[in-house]
């Protein structure tokens, strides 16, 4: 073979095998803003001690509609809760950290139907991040979404 072909199918074979290497091992890789699957909400994922969070901080409708004014946590089970606001809502908690890119053991709360699912995330990439929510702490009860991080 060429020297030159060789050189140049060496570099291919090892940029193709970069494009597979996994990501780095980063409990806080997590940590940013993501854009939710509808595309509909924003979420600041922090670290707070040795667990992970998330805010509702972006809404594409912060309004409802038929008042106008800011959208409120009307579905809540707790007749009490149901007039504070989305927006700066905490609705993921307790998440923790396993290692390779993955942190289970945690709640989500979805204001749309008022319940509160278990959840793991999963970073695929350091862009997407797979958010697994789930009944009863049975991971085949449930879906996984794709979030997209805001840059």
């Not at 307790?94 to 053991?105: E, H």
């Amino acid at each position: 073979m060429n020297p030159c072909r060789l050189v140049i199918f060496v570099f291919l074979c090892l940029l193709t095998l970069s494009a597979y290497a996994p990501l780095p091992d980063n409990p806080d890789a997590v940590e940013g803003k993501w854009l939710s699957a509808r595309k509909k909400n924003q979420v600041q994922i922090f670290k707070q001690g040795n667990k992970y969070f998330g805010r509702i901080v972006w809404m594409a409708e912060p309004n409802d509609p038929e008042t106008n004014r800011p959208k409120t946590d009307r579905e809540n089970p707790d007749e009490k809760l149901r007039n504070r606001p989305l927006l700066n809502l905490v609705i993921m908690t307790n998440l923790t950290y396993k290692g390779n890119n993955v942190w289970t053991d945690g709640q989500i709360y979805n204001p749309e139907d008022g319940k509160t699912y278990s959840c793991d995330l999963t970073l695929k990439d350091p862009n997407s991040l797979d958010l697994h929510g789930y009944v009863m702490g049975i991971p085949l009860l449930g879906k996984t979404k794709t979030w997209t991080r805001v840059r």
